[in-house]
């Protein structure tokens, strides 16, 4: 099983190919100076719940950090993964690190659909 992190720029989000079927998307804004803004992850239905969207985050943010850039956690899935590691701290933006914790980032995401 191969697995490749790409960038399409053009659609601003970070995508997962498995064996080269795309199982896996995280779309994001590039704010300057090099801040990125997370937004919304999604994985494929028929690769839901097998750990998918974790390895999406975790090459996500090895990307972020080997481009010397930072992070602002919107999406709900991001925010927590980041409540259960430390491993990332050092990516989050301290002027603008997003949410807290997943229920204040679902609330938000709710009260924006409204």
Avoid: K
């Avoid at 690769?47 to 998918?52: I, K, L, M």
């Avoid at 919107?74 to 914790?101: E, K, M, N």
């Amino acid at each position: 099983m191969t697995e490749q992190l790409t960038d399409d720029i053009d659609q601003g989000r970070f995508e997962l190919y498995r064996d080269g079927d795309l199982i896996g998307w995280l779309y994001y804004t590039h704010l300057h100076p090099n801040r990125y803004a997370l937004q919304h992850t999604e994985v494929e239905p028929s690769h839901q719940h097998q750990g998918v969207g974790d390895v999406l985050i975790q090459r996500v943010l090895d990307e972020i950090r080997s481009r010397e850039g930072t992070i602002t956690a919107i999406c709900p899935f991001v925010v927590g993964y980041l409540s259960r590691t430390t491993a990332y701290a050092d990516l989050v933006d301290t002027r603008h690190p997003g949410y807290s914790d997943r229920a204040a980032a679902e609330a938000a995401l709710t009260e924006t659909r409204g």
